[in-house]
């Protein structure tokens, strides 16, 4: 039975009382295991965050609590974003607190007000936050970020065969990776900030002119991460189209597959094996919901890949995403030469404009990197419980591998020592965990969170229909205009099969949603912003995208006609099923 609180939930602090779900839930839409949040959060990736905004002068770590920095929040098992944080780079920045309020909002009289004190505006910090942003728009590349890479890669080069591990050196090479996590983090803070730097200036050059060519500019930069991985789900899929043997393993069903083409003698089925083996290694640790150590990810749940390929696998080579990627790459030079000659002579906006561009570019590259890079060290801290938990099956203290999620980092020594006490606590812990699901989270926590009963429930809450000719707003996103059927999926393993000219309606993306990108007309996804998923990899794949349309999943229906404007940001409803 739940509680008031949750048992890994954080209570706001006088400092930092604001936190919004806004731009949260692509990070983490669902609830926070225990073990995630305490293991890798508490004791990685918040310290990371921290020292990123110590490291580039928002603060000063001793402005945080010195326990628990306040640089996010967990209530009811949610993911949170110090609201409070982000209002005061605005302010110490210069952009000023209602910048952030406008970024983040749509309705900022929604949202608890802002209240100045003594302690916020800095002028030391405002210096040392322009020579940073000073930095962000000159640099051509980011060399910090391009070390953790192979520092993340090295990670999973060294792993050792871990079912040969004691339990006390599975837990130390947990442990041993949560330092990494801290710095890859921190760097993470740098490349999530640079990248709201260029689009911001690019905004301001192009305002008189045509507000939609920013995101048209920012098409097919290249070398995007995820994009990489869509590319090789794509190769796989093309592997099996060109193959009689491999298509019929798949026509013959998905349970097995891999098994079965691993157990074939078959020149394409022994190549294709090899394929996905590469694939695993590589690209084992994505996966939806990524950032939880309780989600599965390509390497622990291989379907995840199996169904990807076999939903690709029924399109023609036109729907190959390096084209869409030249269009789109071959659009942004013609508009950038454009708009070069539209600001002949005007040497101030033309520097700006070469400015903002690259830097864009530089950044975009460099937040999806350093995404990878924190997913990957986060993965082999899954990989070692992984292992632990199918040993505690094995022994019977656990009903299933994943029930290890339920304990926090404090009770780990114990549970080892005495497994079978905490048996019928985990299993307990459980269902309240599953039970967290079903509630709706408050989009803002003001001071402190409402208590677990008088949440409302999803299946409780009433959203407006659409009606025809209804024009839905959101962000603009990726370029382009669209018109198709509407395809809802609430999770990327949805049974749903996405037609040729369908338009992707999602919650949110990670790169496990990728390859479904490929078989979509456009995308449409209930929270982001300019800088999120599902808007960088459309505009590498050339497709049209929308951001932040509130309730998306909810409101547009399976099988309704729409209107997609990514240059807009609109969706308008044509016709209903």
Same mark, same amino acid.
């Given at each position: 039975?739940?509680?008031?609180?949750?048992?890994?939930?954080?209570?706001?602090?006088?400092?930092?009382?604001?936190?919004?779900?806004?731009?949260?839930?692509?990070?983490?839409?669902?609830?926070?295991?225990?073990?995630?949040?305490?293991?890798?959060?508490?004791?990685?990736?918040?310290?990371?965050?921290?020292?990123?905004?110590?490291?580039?002068?928002?603060?000063?770590?001793?402005?945080?609590?010195?326990?628990?920095?306040?640089?996010?929040?967990?209530?009811?098992?949610?993911?949170?974003?110090?609201?409070?944080?982000?209002?005061?780079?605005?302010?110490?920045?210069?952009?000023?607190?209602?910048?952030?309020?406008?970024?983040?909002?749509?309705?900022?009289?929604?949202?608890?007000?802002?209240?100045?004190?003594?302690?916020?505006?800095?002028?030391?910090?405002?210096?040392?936050?322009?020579?940073?942003?000073?930095?962000?728009?000159?640099?051509?590349?980011?060399?910090?970020?391009?070390?953790?890479?192979?520092?993340?890669?090295?990670?999973?080069?060294?792993?050792?065969?871990?079912?040969?591990?004691?339990?006390?050196?599975?837990?130390?090479?947990?442990?041993?990776?949560?330092?990494?996590?801290?710095?890859?983090?921190?760097?993470?803070?740098?490349?999530?900030?640079?990248?709201?730097?260029?689009?911001?200036?690019?905004?301001?050059?192009?305002?008189?002119?045509?507000?939609?060519?920013?995101?048209?500019?920012?098409?097919?930069?290249?070398?995007?991460?995820?994009?990489?991985?869509?590319?090789?789900?794509?190769?796989?899929?093309?592997?099996?189209?060109?193959?009689?043997?491999?298509?019929?393993?798949?026509?013959?069903?998905?349970?097995?597959?891999?098994?079965?083409?691993?157990?074939?003698?078959?020149?394409?089925?022994?190549?294709?094996?090899?394929?996905?083996?590469?694939?695993?290694?590589?690209?084992?640790?994505?996966?939806?919901?990524?950032?939880?150590?309780?989600?599965?990810?390509?390497?622990?749940?291989?379907?995840?890949?199996?169904?990807?390929?076999?939903?690709?696998?029924?399109?023609?080579?036109?729907?190959?995403?390096?084209?869409?990627?030249?269009?789109?790459?071959?659009?942004?030079?013609?508009?950038?030469?454009?708009?070069?000659?539209?600001?002949?002579?005007?040497?101030?906006?033309?520097?700006?404009?070469?400015?903002?561009?690259?830097?864009?570019?530089?950044?975009?590259?460099?937040?999806?990197?350093?995404?990878?890079?924190?997913?990957?060290?986060?993965?082999?801290?899954?990989?070692?419980?992984?292992?632990?938990?199918?040993?505690?099956?094995?022994?019977?203290?656990?009903?299933?591998?994943?029930? $290890?999620?339920?304990?926090?980092? #404090?009770? !780990?020594?114990?549970?080892?020592?005495? @497994? /079978?006490?905490?048996?019928?606590? +985990? %299993?307990?812990?459980?269902?309240?965990?599953?039970?967290?699901?079903?509630?709706?989270?408050?989009?803002?926590?003001?001071?402190?969170?409402?208590?677990?009963?008088?949440?409302?429930?999803?299946?409780?809450?009433?959203?407006?229909?659409?009606?025809?000719?209804?024009?839905?707003?959101?962000?603009?996103?990726?370029?382009?205009?669209?018109?198709?059927?509407?395809?809802?999926?609430?999770?990327?393993?949805?049974? $749903?099969?996405?037609?040729?000219? #369908?338009? !992707?309606?999602?919650?949110?993306?990670? @790169? /496990?949603?990728?390859?479904?990108? +490929? %078989?979509?007309?456009?995308?449409?996804?209930?929270?982001?912003?300019?800088?999120?998923?599902?808007?960088?990899?459309?505009?590498?794949?050339?497709?049209?995208?929308?951001?932040?349309?509130?309730?998306?999943?909810?409101?547009?229906?399976?099988?309704?006609?729409?209107?997609?404007?990514?240059?807009?940001?609109?969706?308008?409803?044509?016709?209903?099923?």
């Amino acid at each position: 039975m739940l509680g008031k609180r949750w048992i890994a939930d954080r209570v706001p602090t006088d400092r930092f009382p604001n936190y919004t779900r806004g731009n949260a839930g692509e990070v983490l839409a669902d609830p926070v295991s225990p073990l995630g949040w305490t293991f890798a959060w508490e004791s990685g990736i918040v310290l990371g965050c921290r020292d990123g905004f110590v490291q580039m002068g928002v603060f000063d770590a001793d402005e945080y609590s010195a326990e628990k920095p306040e640089t996010f929040g967990l209530f009811g098992g949610y993911f949170y974003n110090s609201l409070t944080q982000a209002r005061l780079f605005g302010v110490r920045s210069g952009a000023g607190w209602q910048a952030v309020d406008n970024a983040y909002f749509d309705d900022p009289a929604a949202v608890p007000p802002y209240e100045e004190r003594d302690w916020h505006t800095s002028a030391r910090h405002t210096d040392l936050l322009g020579k940073q942003m000073a930095w962000i728009m000159s640099t051509p590349l980011v060399p910090e970020i391009e070390r953790q890479k192979r520092d993340a890669q090295a990670l999973r080069d060294s792993r050792p065969d871990l079912a040969s591990l004691t339990t006390s050196q599975l837990l130390g090479r947990a442990r041993s990776v949560q330092r990494h996590l801290v710095a890859m983090f921190t760097q993470h803070v740098w490349a999530s900030l640079g990248a709201s730097v260029g689009p911001g200036i690019l905004a301001a050059v192009t305002a008189d002119i045509d507000p939609t060519m920013v995101t048209k500019l920012l098409t097919g930069v290249g070398d995007i991460d995820s994009a990489d991985i869509a590319h090789s789900i794509w190769d796989l899929s093309r592997d099996v189209r060109r193959s009689l043997v491999l298509t019929a393993l798949f026509d013959a069903g998905l349970d097995g597959l891999l098994e079965r083409a691993r157990s074939s003698d078959d020149g394409d089925a022994v190549a294709f094996s090899a394929a996905v083996d590469d694939f695993l290694y590589r690209n084992g640790s994505r996966g939806p919901n990524e950032w939880d150590l309780y989600s599965a990810s390509y390497e622990t749940k291989p379907s995840l890949l199996v169904s990807a390929i076999d939903r690709l696998r029924v399109n023609d080579d036109s729907a190959d995403p390096r084209a869409g990627e030249s269009r789109g790459a071959e659009e942004s030079h013609r508009l950038l030469t454009q708009l070069q000659s539209t600001l002949s002579g005007n040497e101030e906006a033309l520097a700006m404009l070469s400015t903002g561009l690259n830097s864009a570019k530089v950044f975009m590259v460099a937040c999806e990197r350093c995404k990878t890079n924190n997913i990957r060290a986060l993965h082999e801290i899954r990989m070692c419980f992984a292992e632990l938990g199918q040993r505690m099956v094995a022994a019977g203290h656990l009903a299933h591998p994943k029930q $290890i999620y339920m304990l926090v980092e #404090d009770e !780990l020594d114990d549970f080892f020592a005495n @497994p /079978s006490s905490f048996t019928s606590l +985990l %299993a307990a812990r459980e269902a309240d965990y599953l039970e967290l699901y079903e509630l709706e989270p408050p989009y803002i926590v003001d001071g402190d969170a409402p208590p677990l009963s008088d949440w409302v429930r999803r299946a409780d809450r009433i959203t407006k229909p659409v009606a025809v000719g209804d024009v839905l707003k959101g962000m603009a996103g990726s370029p382009g205009v669209v018109t198709g059927t509407a395809r809802v999926l609430l999770n990327v393993d949805d049974p $749903i099969e996405l037609e040729p000219g #369908d338009i !992707l309606i999602a919650p949110n993306t990670d @790169p /496990s949603w990728t390859p479904l990108f +490929l %078989a979509s007309a456009a995308v449409v996804i209930n929270v982001g912003a300019i800088s999120t998923h599902a808007v960088i990899v459309s505009r590498e794949l050339g497709i049209p995208c929308v951001p932040s349309i509130a309730d998306a999943t909810r409101r547009i229906p399976t099988g309704a006609t729409i209107t997609v404007n990514g240059s807009e940001g609109t969706v308008t409803i044509d016709a209903l099923p």
